[in-house]
C-alpha cells in the first residue's frame, strides 16, 4: 500500500511538474515565435528589426514610474474581459464602460470634489451598463457581442456630444472642464487602486463560493444545473463585475492623469476597452496575470511611441508588432480552452 501511495504521490508531481514548466515554456516560444514574424515584416518594410526592438524594449520598460501608471487602466479593462468570461460570458463592452465610467467619475467630481465618490460612482455606473448587456443576454437571448458593440458606439457619441455641448471649458471647446483639484488623485494612486481591485477579485473568484459557481458555470453549464446553480444570476453578476472593474479604469483617466479633462475624441480612452481583451487572453484570464500582462503590454506600447518619434516608424508599424506580439501570446491560451471545452486536458 505505501509503495502504490509513494508510486501515485510520485506521479503526480511529475505531471505538476511538467504542468509548470508549460506553462514557462508555452509564453517563451510564443513570443519567440512573434518576434520572429515582426522581424521578417520590418525587414520587408525596410527597418532594421534590432535597431526597432532595441528602441522599444529599452526606452519602454525604462521608467518604471510611468510604466505602473500607464498600465493602471489596462488593469482594469483586463478584469473587465476575463471576470464575466470564466462565466461564460463575452464581455466585448470594455470599451463603452470605460466611457460611460470616464464621464459619470468626472461629472460626480464636479458635484462631490470628492475622488472617492468619483470613483465609486464612475464603477457603479459602468456596472449598470455591463448589467444591461447581460440581462439582455440571459432574459431576452440577445447576443452579449451584439448588444455590447452598440453600446460601445452609442456610448462613444453621448460621451463626446455631453463634452462638447454641456461641460466644455470655454478656454479649450474641444475638452471638459478639468477634474476639481480636491478631486485629483496622485498618479501613483491609480497603480495601487488597479492592483489591489485585481487580488480583490482573484480572491473572490478563487477563494469563495461565488468564485466557484462562476468558474463552474464558464466550464459547463449543465454541471451547473445539476449543481443547482442559479445561471442567470451569476452570468449578471459576472457582467457586473466587469464592467465595474471597467468603470473604475474609465474613472482613474481623468482624475489620475494630467490635464484631469476628457476631449471629445476620447484620445485618452479609446481603445483601452478593446485592448483589455488581449490583456485578459496574455494574462490567462487570471487576475494576477492580467497585472503582469498589462505591465507587459505598456512597455511596447511606450516603446512603440518611441520607435515612432526616434526612428519614423508609422504608428500602423508599431500596432500591427503589439497585435503578433499578443495574439501569438494568447494562441496557447485558447487552444487550451477550445480542447478543454472537449474534455481534453493539457
Known sequence: MRKIFLEEAGSLYQRRALRYLL?????MTAFAIATLINAFILYLLRYDPLEVYSVMFLTGYSDIHYLFIKSSPYIATGLAFSTPFLAGIFNIGGEGQLYVGALTALLASYVSRNFLISILTGSIAGALLSGLIAFLRVYRNVNEVVTAIMLN??????????ITVYIYDPFAPYQSRPVPREAVINPDLMFIISVFTALIIYIVLFYTSIGYMMRVVGRSFRSAVYSGINIKRIMILSMMIG????GLGGALIP???SPHVLDNTMSALYGVGFMGIG????GRNNPIGIIIASIFISGLIIGGQNV?????????VVDVIIGIT????????????ILAKRGVYI
Open 153 to 162: 458606439w452609442i456610448m462613444y457619441y453621448i460621451t463626446s456630444y455631453i
Open 23 to 27: 506553462i514557462f515554456l508555452e509564453p
Open 279 to 282: 490583456i485578459g487572453l496574455l
Open 308 to 316: 515612432e518619434r526616434i526612428i519614423g516608424a508609422p504608428p500602423e
Open 326 to 337: 499578443i495574439v501569438m501570446l494568447a494562441i496557447p491560451y485558447i487552444l487550451r480552452n
Open 255 to 257: 482624475l489620475g492623469t
Open 243 to 246: 464592467g465595474g472593474s471597467a
